[in-house]
């Protein structure tokens, strides 16, 4: 794909508004800031990152960090995905003594006897000879290890205790935080931040008024769709193809 520096679209609007280099950070500036907007909902740049587990089973969450795609765990070249659960603590856990971060200790389901069954805490049905007599309504599937939990508060993302691995893959919407002259962009949206920074000059120079404002306004909003136009990928083939996908038979 052919892509476009901040650099390049910031002297293109320059020379657009025959206005010398002094300008050059102000629209630099604005160019960043109509980036940003674009990665949200129509560029939607996506950084994929390999992130190791503390001792803890928190991995730490990039800077630029927007909203998951998906999380995962590498299986060879390809990524298992991993549930979000509500009901992992948002709370880490502390030594009362030490005040010292520690692990949450697996929790306890009941009680053993010395066949090794559990019993009384699910409510088991057990005779006199220790032998099961049936009975377990209730107990749901079990144990879920490939589970986790974004906490945004200690920017983290909680992975469960027994989910077996050292990493895992986060692929993710960054908000271009660290975008500057050098940052790579699509030459498709080229056009699009131009626009942008005109409406926004016209916008905030009292050398124009209200109508021109409006005008670039107007610009920017078409060259927006144009750019949201190029960007679909939705073709007759690939709406076949979804909808042969979800096409089964069933027993009549």
Sequence with gaps: MRVINLDAVTRST??????????YYQFLKTSSDCLRELIFDTLQIQNTVRLPLNEFYEAEIPPDYVDFIKV?????????PL????????????????GVQINYPNYDYGDVDEFGNLFQWWGININSQGENT?????????SEPDTF??????????CNSQIGCTKIVLEYISD?????????IPVYAQKTIEEYNIWQFK??????????AQ????LFERQHEILRARKNNLTPELLNRIINRNTKASIK
């Design 203 to 212: 916008e905030n120079s009292k050398s124009y008024g209200a109508q021109d």
């Design 14 to 23: 320059l020379s657009r508004l025959r206005k010398p280099i002094h300008y």
């Design 215 to 218: 005008l670039a306004k107007s």
């Design 176 to 184: 271009g935080t660290f975008a500057n002259s050098a940052t790579k």
């Design 134 to 142: 049936g009975g377990y309504y209730g107990i749901g599937a079990g």
């Design 72 to 80: 995962g765990v590498q299986a060879g070249q390809y990524s298992r």
């Design 83 to 98: 549930v979000s659960r509500h009901t992992i603590n948002n709370l880490a856990n502390f030594n009362p003594t030490t």
């Design 149 to 158: 939990k974004i906490i945004p508060e200690r920017n983290v993302i909680q």
